[in-house]
Structures are given as structure tokens and as C-alpha cells.
């Protein structure tokens, strides 16, 4: 089992910046990518980041983040960080840490992925 927390979120206004970070405690060996996603009020929940633990650094972004989001991660702590800058109102939702590979009969699987509780990104106008 993979435990996530996630801190971070808060009330900012438009243009400014938060950072999020999502710990990952357990059977952490078996993660492959570490990533964020948002929901906004009765809307899907939408990928926002990921980063690649193993293999390289390779990272994803949603088009309406790049250039503005940035997605970071530390190994040694098991740890994944969203800088968020140049904040707008349309990225208020609740972001989600999500974590793809886990141990699955003994042996590590990408059909394995755990989620965070969430943490509120309010952005005022």
C-alpha cells in the first residue's frame, strides 16, 4: 500500500502562486510516475501533471498550465511538488496526487495507482 499527503493548497489571488507538494510513505518501489490532477465543481477530473520516477525526468502538462506550471520531484524523500504560477480563477478546483505502479501478487504493476484526499486551490479574481 502507497499512502499520500498533500499539502499546499490555499486562497491565493489571480496571479499569484501556491505550491503543492504530495508526500508518498509505504511500499513506495514499485512507483513509476507521480503526478496532479484537478476537479473543478461538476466538471471531469482532469490531468494536470505528471513526472516519470523511473527513467528519466520526462514530464506531461495540461495546455492551459504550461508555461505556468511546473512539476518537480525529490526521490530521496518520495515526494512530488506542482509549482503553480501566474494563478487564474479557472484553476480553482481540488487537486488530487496520484501515484501509477504498486505491487500487485508479489510483483510491481503500472495497473496498480493510489490517490491523495485532495487539497483546495482557490483562485480569486
Known amino acids: 500500500q502507497v499512502h499520500l499527503v498533500e499539502s499546499g493548497g490555499g486562497l491565493v489571488q489571480a496571479g499569484g502562486s501556491l505550491r503543492l507538494s504530495c508526500a508518498a510513505s509505504g511500499d513506495t518501489v514499485c512507483i513509476s510516475t507521480m503526478g496532479w490532477y484537478r476537479q473543478a465543481p461538476g466538471k471531469e477530473r482532469d490531468l494536470v501533471a505528471t513526472i516519470q520516477i523511473v527513467r528519466g525526468r520526462n514530464t506531461s502538462y495540461l495546455d492551459s498550465v504550461k508555461g505556468r506550471f511546473t512539476i518537480s520531484r525529490d526521490n530521496a524523500r518520495n515526494t512530488v511538488y506542482l509549482q503553480m504560477n501566474s494563478l487564474k480563477p479557472e484553476d480553482t478546483a481540488v487537486y488530487y496526487c496520484?501515484?501509477?505502479?504498486?505491487?500487485?501478487?508479489?510483483?510491481?504493476?503500472?495497473?496498480?495507482?493510489?490517490w491523495g484526499q485532495g487539497t483546495q486551490v482557490t483562485v480569486s479574481s
Open positions: 496520484h501515484v501509477t505502479g504498486g505491487r500487485s501478487n508479489y510483483v510491481c504493476s503500472n495497473d496498480v495507482d493510489y
